[in-house]
């Protein structure tokens, strides 16, 4: 029975993967491909170099205002997430534009819809994290330069 199902499973990877036109030979073609699917990323979604910028500044800045550790994993947890988001939202584009082309489905704007609206989920909590790990040390710094200024 079990050496049944495994044998069902291996013939339904195997059909899945003749239907694939190229399939990665090895480990480093897996990151070539991988590296170019992020410079498309960046090159053509204006959203994803927005937050490419976004997470430059909030990694400064957590080093300027010496985060530990653990806030630091947590910002960078945070852009991880909002990048591979936007990645994979790029990709179900993709992938509605292929099957629908150029007509209208309501199907194809529902997986459109939900894929953006996922970016947006973790944008917004991308914000929170930010917010709560980064303004209470900037607030700080600028009230102690501020009382610096006065006392000189
Ligand atoms: N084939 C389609 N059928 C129905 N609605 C569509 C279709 N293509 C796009 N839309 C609607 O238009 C919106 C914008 O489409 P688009 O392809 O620009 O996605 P987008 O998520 O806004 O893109 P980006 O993430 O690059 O800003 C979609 O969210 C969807 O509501």
Not at 1 to 13: C, I, P, R, V, Y
Not at 60 to 84: C, K, Y
Not at 100 to 117: E, F, R
Request: glycine share 6%; hydrophobic share 55%; net charge positive.
């Amino acid at each position: 029975m079990t050496q049944l199902k495994s044998n069902q499973t291996e013939q339904a990877g195997q059909s899945k993967r003749e239907l694939a036109w190229q399939v990665a030979s090895n480990l480093l073609l897996s990151f070539k491909y991988a590296w170019a699917g992020l410079r498309y990323g960046f090159a053509t979604q204006r959203n994803f170099r927005i937050h490419v910028a976004i997470g430059i500044l909030a990694i400064s800045l957590g080093i300027f205002l010496r985060l530990s550790p653990v806030e630091m994993s947590l910002i960078g947890i945070t852009i991880g997430l909002v990048l591979a988001m936007e990645l994979i939202n790029t990709a179900i584009e993709s992938v509605v534009d292929l099957t629908v082309k150029q007509t209208y489905h309501d199907l194809a704007k529902i997986a459109k819809d939900c894929a953006a609206g996922a970016v947006l989920v973790t944008a917004m909590a991308s914000v929170l994290v930010a917010g709560s790990l980064l303004l209470p040390p900037l607030y700080a710094l600028i009230v102690q330069a501020k009382l610096v200024s006065i006392f000189n």
